[in-house]
């Protein structure tokens, strides 16, 4: 196991004043008022970052275009009766991996390094079959 690795193993074991002064070392802020668990979740998720080179450039670029986009308000997408905001993420585990789809400021969705119209579309690109896509992700009630 890599000494990073080995780091997130030591965040899982710290106590709650420890995860408290190592987020504020890490952050270089005071800590915020959460639970220890969040504190553990976020350390982990530096370390992973750092294991592994960062977080996605391309995810880096997206993420912001979402803020200047919600800058100027949410436009809400409605699907099937449920209203689905910009920047919503819907995920969804099929084929071992979990695939995560960003609600766009135009009321298209982001998935995969593409936009697209519906989810259903989206739906059919991971399944490879015809699904509802409200369905497939879980926004009909």
């Given amino acids: 196991m890599s000494g990073r690795a080995d780091r997130v193993a030591a965040i899982v074991a710290m106590s709650a004043a420890e995860?408290?002064?190592?987020?504020?070392?890490?952050?270089?802020?005071?800590?915020?008022?959460?639970?220890?668990?969040?504190?553990?979740?976020?350390?982990?998720?530096?370390a992973q970052l750092a294991l592994f080179g960062g977080p996605d450039k391309r995810l880096e670029r997206r993420l912001r275009e979402l803020v200047v986009a919600n800058a100027?308000?949410?436009?809400?997408?409605?699907?099937?009766?449920?209203?689905?905001?910009?920047?919503?993420?819907?995920?969804?585990?099929?084929?071992?991996r979990t695939h995560r789809v960003s609600v766009e400021p135009d009321g298209r969705f982001f998935y995969a390094g593409r936009t697209w119209?519906?989810?259903?579309?989206?739906?059919?690109?991971?399944t490879g079959a015809r699904w509802s896509g409200p369905r497939f992700f879980g926004t009909r009630s």
């Avoid at 070392?25 to 959460?34: F, G, K």
């Avoid at 119209?117 to 991971?126: C, F, Q, V």
């Fill in 117 to 126: 119209t519906s989810l259903s579309a989206i739906a059919r690109e991971i």
């Fill in 19 to 46: 995860l408290i002064a190592e987020w504020e070392r890490v952050h270089r802020a005071p800590a915020p008022a959460v639970t220890p668990s969040l504190l553990a979740r976020d350390l982990a998720h530096q």
């Fill in 72 to 96: 100027d308000g949410n436009q809400a997408k409605k699907v099937c009766g449920t209203t689905l905001g910009t920047g919503t993420q819907l995920l969804r585990e099929w084929g071992g």
